[in-house]
Antibody
């Protein structure tokens, strides 16, 4: 059974950089896309970006200038860095795995981590 | 960017009733790359439907998805107490892979 677990600081100061790690258990990190998604309290879901195990990334244009994702295959982990944090970045951050239907080039999110709450405050 | 509009914002129904949730896209979603998720308070979303109409593993058959192009529907045939939650659609055809704003299904 695949499980994902986010880890990182719960509190970040304005203008600082958020660093989160997602540890995957029960499955190999190889040959798939891995996602970061966030959700401000009481609001909807926002797709941050995805990374393939070969290092290819796609970021949400609204965050692209501030986001970096990376993969550490030996550790079965992938990471998110978001710089220049502001109060608007306060949210629950989820990491997620994707899957595709047989023969499809398109990937949907099928397994989510439990999420980690990040608050931006001085 | 594909904008997904979900309606209604809130659906007030009783257990046993049928729920029909709509997700409309601002442009056609290629290959019916549309997924539905259920989210309960304090929990991560859970995949219900992918490919517009394929049920995810372990999802009850009272959940069904339909549609193509720009109009998609999630139907819950007979609501059970555990089904009262917020439901989101997401398109995964074109980055950024946007979500709808959600529909809350509440107990009437």
């Amino acid at each position: 059974q695949v499980q994902l677990q986010e880890s990182g600081p719960g509190l970040v100061k304005p203008s600082e950089t958020l660093s989160l790690t997602c540890t995957v258990s029960g499955a190999s990190l190889s040959s798939s896309y891995w996602y970061w998604i966030r959700q401000p309290a009481g609001k909807g879901l926002e797709w941050i970006g995805r990374i393939h195990t070969n290092g290819n990334t796609i970021y949400n244009p609204s965050l692209k200038s501030r986001v970096t994702m990376s993969v550490d295959t030996p550790k079965n982990q992938f990471s998110l860095k978001l710089n220049s944090m502001t109060a608007a970045d306060t949210a629950v951050y989820y990491c997620a795995r994707s899957a595709s239907s047989a023969g499809s080039f398109y990937y949907y999110v099928d397994v989510w981590g439990e999420g980690t709450t990040v608050t931006v405050s001085s | 960017e594909i904008v997904l509009t979900q309606s209604p914002g809130t659906l007030s129904l009783s257990p046993g009733e049928r729920a029909t949730l709509s997700c409309r896209a601002s442009q056609s979603v290629s290959s019916s790359c549309l997924a539905w998720y259920q989210q309960k308070p304090g929990q991560a979303p859970r995949l219900l439907i992918y490919g517009a109409s394929s049920r995810a593993t372990g999802i009850a058959d009272r959940f069904s998805g339909s549609g193509s192009g720009t109009d998609f529907t999630l139907t819950i045939s007979r609501l059970e107490p555990a089904d009262f939650a917020v439901y989101y659609c997401q398109q995964y055809a074109n980055a950024p892979f946007t979500f709808g704003g959600g529909t809350k299904v509440e107990i009437k």
